[in-house]
T-cell receptor
C-alpha cells in the first residue's frame, strides 16, 4: 500500500518560534499536499506541489511556507508560529487517489 | 469557487439501523466526488469515489450515487455497526488523478450498542 510518513507526530512550539513539519512519500506520486484540520472543521488546503522545487498556494496559505526539495519530500514551514496555528496537520500524496499521512499534532503556546 | 456542504455535524444511531449522511456540492467544473472516513487519531482514508452521474458506487457496505441534477452525493449504509463510528468527509475535485480536494466540514457518526 502507498505510504506517507510525517515527522514529528506531535510538537509543542512557542509563539514566534519557527516550526518545520516534514513529509515523506514512497508512492512515486508527483502531487503532494499539506492540510490543516481544526476541531469541528474539515481539512483545509495550505500548500501543494506537483513537481520538485515548485510549490503552489492552497486555500489558506497565509503564515505558512512550503518546500519540495525532491519528489519524495515536502515540508511545511511556520516562520513565526502563532496561537491560531494550533491544529493537526496532514500531508498527502496523490496518484489516482489521495493517500494521507498519520498527521502531526501541533500545539503553539 | 468550489464548495461542499455536509448538513449534519453529528449523527448518533443504534447498531443495525440505516444511515444517510448528506453531501451537496457547488462547482462550475465536471465533478469528482469522494467520501473519506477518519477513525479516531487516524488519517483519513478513501471510502468511495465517483464521477459518473446516476451510478451507484459501493465499498465496505457503504454506497453512494452521484446525482449531478441535484449536486448531491449522499452516503448510505443499510445497517450500521459499532466499528462505523468515525468522522466522515465528503470531498470534491476537478481531476481524479491530480486535482486538489475541497472538503466539507465532516459528519461525526456515533453508533451505540
Amino acid at each position: 500500500e502507498a505510504a506517507v510518513t510525517q515527522s514529528p507526530r506531535s510538537k509543542v512550539a512557542v509563539t514566534g518560534g519557527k516550526v518545520t513539519l516534514s513529509c515523506h512519500q514512497t508512492n512515486n506520486h508527483d502531487y503532494m499536499y499539506w492540510y490543516r484540520q481544526d476541531t469541528g472543521h474539515g481539512l483545509r488546503l495550505i500548500h501543494y506541489s506537483y513537481v520538485a522545487d515548485s510549490t503552489e498556494k492552497g486555500d489558506i496559505p497565509d503564515g505558512y511556507k512550503a518546500s519540495r526539495p525532491s519528489q519524495e519530500n515536502f515540508s511545511l514551514i511556520l516562520e513565526l508560529a502563532s496561537l491560531s496555528q494550533t491544529a493537526v496537520y496532514f500531508c498527502a500524496s496523490s496518484g489516482t487517489e489521495q493517500f494521507f499521512g498519520p498527521g502531526t499534532r501541533l500545539t503553539v503556546l | 469557487g468550489d464548495s461542499v456542504t455536509q448538513t449534519e455535524g453529528l449523527v448518533t444511531l443504534t447498531k443495525g439501523l440505516p444511515v444517510m449522511l448528506n453531501c451537496t456540492y457547488q462547482t462550475t467544473y465536471s465533478p469528482f466526488l469522494f467520501w473519506y472516513v477518519q477513525h479516531l487519531n487516524e488519517a483519513p482514508k478513501l471510502l468511495l469515489k465517483s464521477s459518473t452521474d446516476n451510478k451507484r458506487t459501493e465499498h465496505q457496505g457503504f454506497y453512494a450515487t452521484l446525482h449531478k441534477s441535484s449536486s448531491s452525493f449522499h452516503l448510505q449504509k443499510s445497517s450500521v455497526q459499532l466499528s462505523d463510528s468515525a468522522l466522515y468527509f465528503c470531498a470534491l475535485s476537478h481531476n481524479t488523478n491530480t486535482g486538489k480536494l475541497t472538503f466539507g466540514d465532516g459528519t461525526v457518526l456515533t453508533v451505540k450498542p
